[in-house]
């Protein structure tokens, strides 16, 4: 069975850095695209960026390129979202998603930065 | 960077048909630009029910349908339940990036 697991709440200050955690199991983790979406609080989603596991290639959308970053541990497939400087904007649910058919999605991780 | 735009919002009776659309700010959108629809109901992940146009999961209802429609992509939904109440949002491809809709809101009333 696929599943993807995401790491649980985090509630962080501004400023703060941040690694959320999406593992993979049920399938070949290095073969398939695993993307982040965000959706903000009662707002819709957005695609921030994906990554190939296999060999770290990695895509970003241009809202997301520099303030974010995308990273994946094959010995334990695992992709991870990364932040080095929240900010109180940053609040919002995150999910993984396998991507070529966003077929298998994770539960979600929610961010909450605030002072 | 482009803009995906969706309905804000839909109404439709029971056992009705309704199509929404997704719409891009680059021109006509092709099979080129791959579409995918979600539906996401409160509480709760996205889920996937058509992917490159017209494709669906083993999941997906066939009372959902998805096509190209006057340079737009669409989703139809054939007989509406009330269940099927929740947010779709829409997914194109540009050149390696991706870009979500706004988003539907589908009443089922």
């Known amino acids: 069975e696929v599943q993807l697991v995401q790491s649980g709440a985090e509630v962080k200050k501004p400023g703060e850095s941040l690694k959320i955690s999406c593992k993979v199991s049920g399938y070949r983790f290095a073969t398939y695209w695993i993307g982040w979406v965000r959706q903000m609080p009662g707002k819709g989603l957005e695609w921030m960026g994906i990554i190939y596991p296999s060999d770290s290639d990695t895509r970003y959308s241009p809202s997301f390129q520099g303030q974010v970053t995308i990273s994946a541990d094959k010995s334990i497939s695992t992709a991870y979202l990364q932040w080095i400087s929240l900010k109180a904007s940053d609040t919002a649910m995150y999910y993984c998603v396998r991507h070529e058919v966003f077929d298998y999605w994770g539960q979600g991780t929610l961010v909450t930065v605030s002072s | ?109």
């Open chain 2, 1 to 109: 960077q482009a803009v995906v735009t969706q309905e804000p919002s839909l109404t439709v009776s029971p056992g009705g048909t309704v199509t929404l659309t997704c719409a891009s700010s680059t021109g006509a959108v092709t099979s080129g630009h791959h579409p995918y629809w979600f539906q996401q109901k409160p509480g709760q992940a996205p889920r996937t029910l058509i992917y490159d146009t017209n494709d669906k999961h083993s999941w997906t209802p066939a009372r959902f349908s998805g096509s190209l429609l006057g340079g737009k992509a669409a989703l139809t939904l054939s007989g509406a339940q009330p269940e099927d109440e929740a947010e779709f949002y829409c997914l194109l491809s540009y050149n390696g990036t991706r870009i979500f809709g706004g988003g539907t809101k589908l009443t089922v009333l």
